[in-house]
């Protein structure tokens, strides 16, 4: 499968935000400005194999995940005695980002906190 652009950022953007990093974070670490990140997530700039290196790197995900529509992927985290802690992460299906993305536009601490209690209760009933 070859990857476009559009679809690389997409990728970026979905993993940036479920890790909760700003794009103006994300390109401080790359040596970029929050602008080109915007352009790489849009798909209006190609990104340079470096560059998304880099990002996969800060983003904790092999350069695959940038190229594949995979439902899973591999991610080794880097442990204070210098082992690695390997596990399994689950792509977020678009009601997954919408959910998210809603959660962390909520006004306040008391209305997320009723939302996830909502949400813990629906899910004991199952």
Same mark, same amino acid.
């Given at each position: 499968?070859?990857? @476009?652009?559009?679809?690389?950022?997409?990728?970026?953007?979905?993993?940036? =935000?479920?890790?909760?990093?700003?794009?103006?974070? *994300?390109? =401080?670490?790359?040596?970029?400005?929050?602008? !080109?990140?915007?352009?790489? &997530?849009?798909?209006?700039?190609?990104?340079? %194999? =470096?560059? #998304?290196?880099?990002?996969?790197?800060? *983003?904790?995900?092999?350069?695959?995940?940038?190229?594949?529509? %995979?439902?899973?992927?591999?991610? %080794? &985290?880097?442990? =204070? @005695?210098?082992?690695?802690?390997?596990?399994?992460?689950?792509?977020?299906?678009? !009601? &997954?980002? &919408?959910?998210?993305?809603?959660?962390?536009?909520?006004? @306040?601490? @008391? %209305?997320?906190?009723? *939302?996830?209690?909502? #949400?813990?209760?629906?899910?004991?009933?199952?």
């Amino acid at each position: 499968m070859v990857a @476009d652009n559009k679809m690389i950022g997409n990728r970026i953007k979905q993993r940036r =935000e479920q890790l909760n990093i700003s794009q103006e974070k *994300l390109g =401080e670490t790359i040596g970029v400005t929050y602008q !080109q990140i915007q352009k790489y &997530e849009k798909g209006a700039n190609k990104v340079s %194999a =470096e560059r #998304l290196s880099m990002i996969a790197n800060k *983003l904790k995900v092999p350069i695959n995940f940038f190229f594949e529509s %995979a439902k899973e992927f591999v991610v %080794a &985290e880097e442990r =204070e @005695d210098k082992n690695y802690n390997i596990h399994v992460e689950k792509a977020l299906s678009p !009601q &997954e980002q &919408e959910l998210l993305h809603c959660f962390r536009f909520l006004p @306040d601490k @008391d %209305a997320k906190s009723k *939302l996830l209690g909502f #949400l813990r209760a629906m899910c004991k009933k199952k």
